[in-house]
């Protein structure tokens, strides 16, 4: 095992609750990495055990847009964390620097930095993890060679001090932990959680790489609090940013977590889905996703993000009828249609019977289409044979 006697101090650079963050050069091969720090010998066993935590979890993950871990090990009486060192800043310098400015993200640019975080979110989550802590001072920067001017900065998530490992998906988490400006309402309310917190966190940083504003300010912690669980809707400039990027900002930001989407639901977007092999090496593309990058498959497989867009924008805000239920599936339907063009790898019946076998693998995956909202499977599931049938 390695020690402090392997590595050469250059300076402080962080330091928060859990311990201070320096960087240190390696002495053999020159690399830079951030080094914590964790005073772990004067802790309460329970703090000790938080305190290593960080370490625990960061050795699970493997992942381009995670800062990588390489090693922890304890001298005199502290508890040492050894990650890469993300050479450039963190996203909330970057928001500050375009703020005084007054130049916002163009789409592209917030595409760019919010898909890099949600694949590692998915990453986090599909290890059944939560990362609670999600913020703008989280998430570090590195650079990378690119032609493209704007792409010359590759995501890290980081910091993982609060993250929290669920024995099981469906597990709900009650600590209330985290950044204030950026906790859920449900956290905020002392109710219990799951990783639908983190989507919320994940919309109030893309709020702010569309407004370079937090999305929730106030004079006390009680005010942002109060605006966390009073706010009902959360848009931003239709002008500057397409009908997609709001309503997805809109579906994270609901306060309601069984209605926020999960990361792999995002990630089923075509939005955002288009970005992927963009962003993600072949090998890691075929980590992250066995089920494959066919856009044209997965144009189809999306209907349920579409559809997901439907519900919780308010269009079924009340019991409707089957004519109403018809006419709003048939719009998100005729959508997939018209993106796929001439590219429809299968028959129409082959196709009915695949969009009904995700239809029940879309209520298998928590989307809730019960009768709250008038859309009870088996009247759904007629619906869209009518749509692919060709009815009116």
């Known amino acids: 095992m390695s020690n402090l006697d392997s590595y050469q101090e250059i300076g402080m650079i962080r330091q928060d609750a859990f311990g201070e963050a320096y960087l240190y050069r390696d002495k053999k091969t020159l690399k830079k990495y951030v080094i914590k720090k964790i ?53 909330s310098q970057l928001i500050n620097e375009r703020a005084k400015k007054k130049d916002p993200f163009t789409e592209i640019e917030v595409m760019y930095y919010s898909v890099q975080i949600l694949l590692a979110l998915k990453h986090v989550h599909d290890r059944q993890i939560l990362h609670r802590d999600i913020q703008t001072q989280n998430i570090f920067l590195n650079k990378i060679n690119s032609a493209d001017e704007a792409q010359r900065l590759q995501i890290k998530l980081g910091d993982f001090g609060i993250a929290k490992v669920l024995s099981q998906p469906e597990q709900m988490a009650l600590t209330q932990v985290g950044t204030p400006y950026y906790l859920s309402p449900e956290i905020v309310r002392d109710q219990g959680y799951n990783n639908k917190s983190d989507i919320w966190s994940l919309g109030c940083v893309l709020y702010e790489l569309c407004t370079l504003n937090p999305v929730f300010t106030g004079q006390s912690l009680q005010a942002v609090y109060t605006k966390i669980i009073m706010e009902k809707q959360i848009t931003i400039d239709n002008s500057q940013y397409s009908k997609d990027l709001s309503n997805t900002l809109i579906i994270m930001l609901n306060q309601d977590p069984e209605k926020r989407p999960s990361v792999n639901q995002l990630l089923s977007l075509p939005s955002i889905r288009k970005w992927i092999p963009r962003l993600l090496s072949k090998n890691t593309q075929e980590q ?9 498959l997965y144009r189809l497989k999306s209907q349920s993000g579409l559809l997901y867009h439907l519900i919780n924008l308010k269009k079924f805000d009340q019991k409707f009828g089957d004519q109403v239920l018809f006419q709003n599936t048939k719009e998100a339907l005729v959508k997939i249609k018209d993106d796929q063009k001439d590219q429809v790898l299968v028959k129409r019946e082959k196709r009915v019977d695949k969009v009904l076998e995700l239809v029940k693998k879309l209520q298998e995956d ?7 909202v008038g859309m009870k499977l088996e009247s759904f599931m007629q619906v869209i044979k009518k749509v692919f049938d060709g009815g009116k």
Not at 76 to 85: A, K, P, T
Not at 288 to 296: A, K, Q, R, S, T
């Open 39 to 91: 005073k772990i010998h004067s802790m309460e066993t329970k703090d000790r055990e938080a305190a290593v935590m960080e370490a625990n979890v960061l050795n699970k993950f493997s992942h381009p847009n995670i800062i990588g871990y390489r090693e922890s090990f304890t001298d005199c009486g502290n508890l040492y964390i050894v990650m890469d060192y993300a050479d450039s800043e963190d996203l």
């Open 288 to 296: 992250e996703f066995p089920e494959g990058l066919d856009i044209n």
């Open 366 to 372: 928590q989307y809730e289409l019960n009768d709250e």
